[in-house]
C-alpha cells in the first residue's frame, strides 16, 4: 500500500501536469499574434518570477540570516535548463508543430531520466525498462510518419527534442534541490535566471508591446493576448510549484512518468481551444509513447523501490 507521502506526493505531480498541459494554447495564439516564442517564453518566464520573488522574500531572508549556504551553482543551473531553455525549446517546437506533438517530443524526457539512471547512477534496470524505450521510441516513429519522409517541420523536431533533454533536468535536479532548498526559493533563484540569461534574446527594447492588446481566440471566444499571458503564467506558476513540491515525496522516475497526463491534457486542450486535431497515426503513435513510458517507468520505480526497502532493512540491522 502507498504511503501518505508517496500518495501526496503522485497527487501533486498529477495536478501539475494538468495546469502545464494547458499552457500550450495560451502561448501559440500569442506566437500567432506576432511576438516570438522566445519573447513569449521571456514574459511568461518574467511573470513567474516576480511572483517566485515575492513567495520566497520571507524563507529567503531566513536561510540568510541563519547563515546558510544556498548552493548557488546548482539552482543557476536548473534556471538555466529546467526554466529558461525547457520552456523556450518548448514554444519553438509550438510554433512550428501541433502542440500535442510538441509536448510528446518534449516528453521523451523520462526516457533521458531512465538512461540517466542506468548509466550514470549505474542502475540495473530491468528488461521492462528497456522494452519501454524502445516502444516509444517506435512510437515516436509514428507520430512524426517518418514513412512520409518526416513532413513535420524539422526545427521543431529539434527544438522538442531538446525540449525533452532539458526536461529530464527539471526531474533530476527537481529532485535534489528540493530536498536541499525551499520550493520558494528553488522557483525565485530559477525563474530570475531564466529571465536574465533569455534577456538578450528577448529583446524587450525591441518588442512589439501593441501585440499584447491586440485580440485572440480560444475557444471560439475573443480575448486579448495579455490576458492569454496572465492565463499562462498563472498556470505555469501553480504549476511548476506543485510538481517541485510533489518530488519531494517520488523519486524523478516516477515523476517523470506521471507527467505524461500533460500530454493528454495538452492535446485536448488543444483541440478544445485551437481546434487541433491529430491525425489516426499519430494518435495510435502518442498511445504507443505513452504505453511505452510507463512501462518503463514502472521498471524503473519498481527497482528503486526494491533497492530502498532493502537499504532501509540495512540500516535497521545496523
Known sequence: MSSPRALLGVTLVLAASVFFGVCGPFGKVVIQAGLSPIQVTWL???????????????????????????????????GLTAVSAVQAFYFIAVERLPVGIALLLEFMGPIVVVAWVRFVRRTVLPRAAVVGVLLSLAGLCIVVEVWLGLRLDAIGLVAGSAAAACQATYFLSGEKLTAKVDVRILLAVGFTTGAISLLPLAAPWAMDWAVLSGRVTLGGVETTALASIAALVACTAVAYGLGLSGLRFVSAPVAGGLGYTEVVVASLAAWALLGEALTVPQIIGGLVVIAGVFTAQRAVSAKTGVETAAEEAAVTKV
Not at 49 to 58: E, F, L
Open 44 to 78: 511568461r518566464i518574467c511573470g513567474v518570477g516576480v511572483i517566485a520573488v515575492v513567495a520566497a522574500a520571507v524563507p529567503l531572508v531566513r536561510v540568510l540570516r541563519e547563515g546558510r549556504q544556498l548552493p548557488w551553482g546548482a539552482l543557476i543551473l536548473f
